[in-house]
């Protein structure tokens, strides 16, 4: 009984010992803010001292079909990827707590010469489940992607999106 006790309470000790690594929100922008299909969120996470943004625009595939895509990159001109890749890998982003399979390749910023981690959901599932999410969400929807929690905004989400043009005909 004593060395349960003992164990619990070095157990709870180490607990209170770890460092957290809260991740804390400097800036945002709502779908409403931006009115022009994107919305955005500051942060950092406490793993480095460099901001992060991570944005989310409703634009159009390739193929026409209109999608919810997400960037991730370095508050200062600072690359997130080395190169631009034409095929992307697969990684994963967990909207309230449900995860999804994201495809994810390396852009160049259009007026720099940065390079930023672009993502979309890999499969159509995938992709209904967020953008119906983000349409019935009535409060920040938490993101968990590379070992960081977030919360993104929701407000004039659907309107942008039934705003976008829908898929091309």
């Known amino acids: 009984m004593k060395t349960t006790k003992s164990l619990i309470l070095l157990f709870v ?7 957290s690594y809260a ?8 779908w409403a803010q931006m009115d022009n299909g ?22 159009h595939s390739k193929s026409g079909g209109q999608r919810l895509y997400f960037s991730d990159y370095n508050a200062t001109n600072i690359n997130s990827c080395k190169y631009t890749t034409t095929i992307p890998d697969s990684t994963t982003m967990i909207f309230n707590g449900q995860a ?5 390749w390396c852009q160049k910023f259009r ?9 979309t959901p890999e499969t ?13 969400a009535t409060s920040p929807i938490e993101i968990q992607f590379n070992n960081e929690r977030t919360y993104f905004p929701v407000i004039g989400f659907t ?6 043009g829908g898929n091309a005909i």
């Open 38 to 59: 994107s919305a955005w969120i500051k942060y950092n996470s406490g793993y480095s001292d460099e901001s992060k943004i991570l944005e989310s625009e409703i634009s």
């Open 159 to 164: 309107k942008a999106w039934n705003s976008a």
């Open 124 to 136: 159509e599932r995938g992709h209904n489940y967020v953008v119906n999410l983000f349409k019935v």
């Open 100 to 104: 999804v399979k994201m495809s994810r």
């Open 111 to 119: 007026d720099s010469s940065s390079y930023y981690f672009s993502l």
């Open 23 to 30: 991740t804390e929100i400097e800036d945002f922008m709502s």
């Open 13 to 19: 000790g180490s607990l209170i010992a770890i460092k």
